[in-house]
């Protein structure tokens, strides 16, 4: 029989007062002879075999309070369960349990229990009765009163005991490695979240040259670029741009915006709105103007962050009369105003026509009633809109645009 059978049989019988600890082997009365060393077959939650002595020593002091039990434990060198193993081994040990996960099979190698000699000389005061004193299991109040007084009488702090025993199971890096769980995710959105950062700081930022260096020249187009600071026309040289020929024509690409002042986006506002991420009213922006009206603002979006991006430049005109036929191959997007009237001679079959090879956009306050909207709505068209006091907002709708005007060029430049 092995040491933990033995020891369930026992204390089921309620004979643990025969278990008797001579020198370095606990004799089972005069049936087996086990090592107190003598590994068992129950497994703590921790993983390792729990001992013989280990087992013993808390079965004798199971009505105790498992603090009071540590601090024994640790004075006498024995190693103690832990907490969570308590309830289970006691039902198990005392037969309330048949079985339990925690017996480990097959056994550990024991060397083979020796029968107890008839003859052997325990204590010829006693009738075989177990004497704590003489085992070194169980101290008696005195024992531990003269230990306590040998300490100085500092009584130990019962956290710094329960420390003491407690094995780390899991560290952060353990934590980590587990099974079924995907970290990418997390670094996905991390990632995204700082690219959107670095994409909001770069449109904040103030270049000075983005002033000076409009991308249509009059010397090499015939294009004036409005200056949005001076009111004066900008012909100082140009950086060559990123033109895509194809379907959507040859040249610079056209956005069109109403000429109307009943509409958020004019031709007076637009520049600050795309480039800057600021809406300014169309009113304000005409008392700020010095000079005539602009028939042609050209706006720019930045690519990345160094100073060798590539620049994509887009007119913007509110005059479609003005448009050439082929001029009209280069229009990829309008500012809606919500009436019929805008689309009058324009190219086109109808709106479904107008909006499959242009994409629109209706600027909006975000309380404005619905039935501004009620004709866009049965367009293909996409709503912004922003608010009437948070102009910290605007730069969000401004890249909207940007996002889906930018993904409406590439797909049309494709097809």
Known sequence: ?????????????????????????????????????????????????????????????????????????????????????RKPLIDYLSGKLSSTDSIVFPLPEQPPPQQQQQNLNLNADLDGEYRPEDTGLVDSSDKVAAETAGNDGKEEDLLSLIYAIERPLKDRESLLECKNRDFYSVLVASTRRDEERQRIESQQRKDGLVAKTRLM?????????????????????????????????????????????QTLITIYNVKEFLEDGVYIPADVKVKQMKGPKPECVTVQKKFGADRNRVMTAYEVRDK????????????????????????????????VDIFNKIIGFFMRFEDDSVESAKNVKQWNVKIISISKNKRHQDRAAALEVWDRLEEFVRSRSHS
Not at 22 to 38: H, R, T
Not at 40 to 65: D, H, I, M, P
Not at 234 to 253: C, F, N, R, T, Y
Not at 322 to 349: C, I, M, N, T
Request: charged fraction near 25%.
């Open 217 to 261: 020249g009059a010397d090499d187009r015939g294009i004036i670029a409005y200056g949005e600071d001076t009111g004066a026309y900008d012909s100082i040289a140009k950086p060559k741009m990123h033109l895509k020929g194809g379907k959507m024509g040859e040249g610079v690409p056209i956005i069109l915006v109403p000429s109307a002042f």
């Open 1 to 85: 029989m092995d040491p933990l059978s033995a020891l369930r049989d026992y204390t089921m019988r309620g004979e643990l007062d025969k278990i008797v600890r001579v020198n370095d082997e606990f004799w089972f009365g005069s049936d087996y002879v086990f090592p107190c060393s003598a590994k068992t077959a129950y497994r703590s939650k921790q993983g390792n075999l729990y001992t013989l002595e280990t087992l013993v020593y808390f079965l004798l002091n199971a009505n105790a309070k498992f603090t009071e039990y540590l601090q024994n434990a640790l004075s006498h060198g024995v190693p103690a369960i832990t907490f969570i193993d």
């Open 320 to 351: 479609p009369s003005a448009l050439k036929a082929e001029d009209w191959d280069r229009v990829v997007a309008v500012f809606v105003l919500g009436k019929e009237w805008q689309f009058k001679d324009w190219p086109f079959k109808d709106h």
